[in-house]
């Protein structure tokens, strides 16, 4: 059974988060970033980061392409469920989205 992340937006960015493998096991999973803007077109310069708990230092992410999805692995914590957090920086700007996850029982 696959676990559907829902979407959150910053400013006129709608932001998705999916995992591989879904839902995420406990450990180094991959974070995939979709952001797209108004009418689903990508949002140039903008700098994407991850971390899978509080006390875990920052990743950037890595853009494939120039078509806003942005991929990395990440250590997301143990137990049930974590929360991952996905940092947005827009020139001066920045933003911290929380993803809460449910893990995958090993």
Request: hydrophobic letters at 40%; charged letters at 25%; glycine letters at 10%.
């Amino acid at each position: 059974m696959t676990y559907s992340i829902p979407i959150q937006h910053w400013k006129d960015a709608d932001v998705r988060v999916e995992t591989h493998p879904n839902p995420p096991l406990a450990g180094m999973s991959e974070v995939v970033v979709i952001i797209t803007g108004p009418r689903g077109r990508p949002i140039p310069d903008i700098s994407v980061s991850i971390r899978g708990r509080e006390s875990a230092p920052w990743v950037q992410t890595i853009q494939d392409g120039m078509i806003g999805v942005y991929r990395r692995a990440v250590d997301i914590g143990e137990g049930e469920a974590t929360v991952l957090q996905v940092r947005l920086q827009l020139g001066v700007e920045e933003k911290i989205l929380l993803y809460p996850l449910k893990l995958a029982r090993g």
